[in-house]
């Protein structure tokens, strides 16, 4: 495997503090560059790097996110070992199989992180959601923060590379002036902010481990609305999460709302395929 030595050197620089010989092994895991298990003496990390032209700060805004649930008490995040412009050095779990208790504990974490309440909705610095800029910023308002820093961005940038029609952001505008009445009034709570299936893995130990975060403050009904796009979780997840922390009544009438954003980010990055999902989105309440 060709691995650049500059590479193994800054590893074992910083971590090791050795002479040893790393050994790499290919992995699963991101989309924007190789993944790989890094070895030696017995230590192992998961190192991430870019294949990719990015930003040089896009390794350092997953530390922060994966930090910042750490900080605000989420369960089972992996530790970050080392991070700069071009490597993303994490704690190495191993990988085991998911099951019903797995994701019991997951809804359990999860609600305990959003029942923490934050002091504004955004976030003090933009990040990244995938491999797509993640405007934030800080707002008083949950209407002005999604529509501003989330839904608006995505389908601007999906329209200018060509995968979403002008008439979708005129139906967006009418959506917008809408929104106070649509969304709930509820304190921000801290999100994952990409909350789909491969976000949550099982450790060799059946505990669940949350990855690749795309962290915000906001409201608690997006990351539940995103564990429900492509195929959704295992029941016990979202019977755990309601009994430690219950939704409003009236939350599956908002589940389109918040898929919205999650598809127009699919749409900026993977094409014109996903504007039918997001005028349907839109159509629900426009």
């Given amino acids: 495997m060709n691995i650049p030595s500059s590479l193994s050197d800054k590893i074992i620089k910083n971590l090791i ?3 040893v010989c790393l050994t790499f092994k290919g992995v699963h895991g991101g989309c924007i560059g190789q993944s790989y298990c890094a070895e030696a003496e017995g230590l192992r990390f998961f190192v991430k790097t870019i294949t990719q032209s990015m930003p040089s700060d896009f390794f350092r805004k997953e530390a922060n996110g994966l930090q910042l649930l750490k900080n605000q008490g989420l369960k089972n995040v ?5 991070v700069d412009d071009d490597v993303l050095v994490l704690e190495w779990v191993e990988p085991g199989r998911k099951t ?4 019991r504990q997951a809804g359990i974490a999860l609600a305990e992180l959003h029942l923490r309440p934050q002091p504004f909705f955004g976030l003090d610095e933009d990040n990244y959601i995938g491999s797509l800029p993640q405007p934030n910023g800080r707002y008083d308002s949950w209407a002005e923060c999604y529509f501003h820093s989330k839904l608006w961005p995505a389908a601007q940038e999906a329209h200018r590379r060509g995968h979403l029609v002008a008439t979708l952001l005129a139906d967006l505008e009418i959506l917008y002036k809408k929104l106070p009445e649509l969304l709930p009034d509820e304190k921000p709570s801290l ?3 990409d909350l789909w299936g491969g976000n949550v893995m099982a450790a060799a130990d059946g505990r669940p481990y949350f990855i690749d975060p795309a962290v915000y403050f906001g409201h608690r009904e997006v990351d539940i ?5 492509f195929g959704g979780f ?3 997840f979202y019977q755990s999460y309601y009994e430690t922390y ?3 009544p009236d939350f599956r009438q908002r589940i389109p709302l918040y898929k919205l954003y999650p598809l127009l980010v699919h749409a900026a990055l993977f094409g014109i395929s996903y504007q039918a999902d997001c005028v349907d989105c839109i159509r629900m309440y426009v």
């Fill in 17 to 19: 503090n050795k002479d």
């Fill in 78 to 82: 992996p530790e970050v070992w080392l």
């Fill in 100 to 103: 019903s208790a797995t994701m």
């Fill in 191 to 193: 999100l994952h902010g």
């Fill in 225 to 229: 609305a995103m564990t429900m796009l």
């Fill in 234 to 236: 295992d029941s016990t």
């Fill in 246 to 248: 219950p939704l409003l």
